[in-house]
């Protein structure tokens, strides 16, 4: 089957399995490696990207699914990204780096939606993405200073 995507402001065409998930289209077919493969199950979302907006897990995705769909990942680049990046390095929210690109992800889709969101709120919006490493107060204290 033959899908368009639109990845990181780059429109893509090219033709998958019917049964390909959307994670190994992105990172084997167009090369993004920032979308990571942690569980395969959807549970630790190590796998999140922005599919038209909203974060999903890669993983649980068909690649057919994201067709005429525009998909941001950790390497999309603008102000609000740059910002979480910076936040995340300045204030130590990452260790082995694993889950990074899924809590950028669901951090960066929180952001968009409140650009000043309470501590619970960023609990709750980076719950879907499992870090194993950092006790998440400086994860939640990285995306509270990314804000405008």
């Known amino acids: 089957m033959r899908i368009k995507v639109k990845v990181n402001g780059v429109w893509y065409e090219r033709d998958v399995e019917p049964r390909r998930l959307l994670v190994h289209f992105l990172r084997d077919d167009l090369g993004i490696k920032s979308v990571r493969v942690g569980c395969d ?9 922005l599919l038209d907006g909203r974060p999903v897990k890669s993983c649980n995705l068909l ?47 929180l952001l968009r939606e409140r650009p000043r969101p309470t501590e619970e709120e960023i609990r709750e919006g980076i719950s879907g993405v499992l870090c194993r490493c950092t006790g998440y107060q400086n994860i939640v204290e990285a995306v509270r200073s990314a804000g405008p």
């Open 41 to 49: 199950t959807g549970h630790c979302g190590a796998c999140t990207v």
């Open 63 to 109: 690649a057919v699914q994201a067709d005429g769909s525009e998909i941001i990942t950790a390497d999309h680049s603008d102000d609000l990204m740059e910002r979480l990046k910076r936040a995340f390095h300045e204030r130590h929210a990452l260790q082995c780096g694993y889950c990074t690109s899924g809590m950028l992800m669901a951090s960066y889709a």
